[in-house]
């Protein structure tokens, strides 16, 4: 079975800072897309980020990027120039698509807290 | 674009009561997905309904039932509610031909007592 890890329960940043999120995932597939969503208070899970395995190019979405080691099995966040709407909780998750649909397995997240 | 709507939003239920959850996908979406996320947790998945059949189940027992529309707007039914079941439960929608990134809602926070 896939499993995603999350090993920090909580990060602290100071605005315009960087910071990392760390995940690691355990998987006997090749082929499957790796995602970070951000969950602020208002629930809603709001897609981040997302690393297709195939790719050896790490992702980029303007502040944010990823270091993705397949060997490793590790897929983490970088979060430039941190600003205060960055306060969240952080999941990495897992996808293997199966015929076309797409099951995501999620960490236990991260909470990201932005310093003034 | 009013995106994936819940409803409701919260509520309140009591052990052994049934309760009915209601998803609408972003506009042009085909397929909806539910998810759990019990309190510190991620989300997990109970089951995603495209075509108005049931296409995959996560780990769920089968007090855990859902249903599909024409319109493909979604119910998800909990039976026999237990205190376990206390819970944020998060709709996503996506358009399975494209394998489209998910869209999710802001939840339905269902508190067991």
């Known amino acids: 079975a896939q499993t995603v890890t999350q090993s920090q329960p909580e990060m602290s940043v100071q605005e315009a800072e960087t910071v990392t999120l760390s995940c690691t995932y355990d998987?006997?597939?090749?082929?499957?897309?790796l995602f970070w969503y951000k969950q602020p208070p208002s629930r809603q899970m709001i897609l981040v980020i997302r690393?297709?395995?195939?790719?050896?190019q790490n992702a980029t979405e303007n502040r944010f990027s990823v270091n993705f080691q397949k060997a490793a099995k590790s897929f983490s966040l970088k979060i430039s120039d941190s600003q205060l709407g960055d306060a969240a909780m952080y999941f990495c998750?897992?996808?293997?698509?199966?015929?076309?649909?797409?099951?995501?397995?999620f960490g236990k997240g991260t909470k990201l807290t932005v310093n003034p | 674009d009013a995106g994936v709507t819940q409803s409701p939003t919260h509520l309140i239920k009591t052990r052994g009561q049934q309760v009915t959850l209601r998803c609408s996908p972003k506009?042009?979406?085909?397929?909806v997905s539910w998810y759990q996320q019990a309190l510190g947790q991620g989300p997990q998945f109970i089951f995603q309904?495209?075509?108005?059949?049931?296409?995959q189940r996560g780990n769920f027992p089968d007090r855990f039932s859902g249903h599909q529309f024409p319109n493909y707007s979604s119910e998800l039914n909990v039976n026999a509610l237990l205190l376990g079941d206390s819970a944020l439960y998060l709709c996503?929608?996506?358009?399975?031909?494209?394998?489209?990134?998910?869209?999710f809602g802001s939840g339905t926070q269902l508190s067991v007592l």
């Open positions: 690393q297709e395995a195939y790719k050896q």
């Open positions: 309904y495209y075509e108005e059949e049931e296409r």
């Open positions: 998750a897992y996808s293997f698509p199966q015929g076309g649909s797409e099951k995501l397995v």
């Open positions: 996503a929608s996506s358009l399975r031909a494209l394998n489209e990134k998910l869209f």
């Open positions: 506009s042009g979406h085909d397929t």
């Open positions: 998987t006997s597939e090749s082929d499957y897309y």
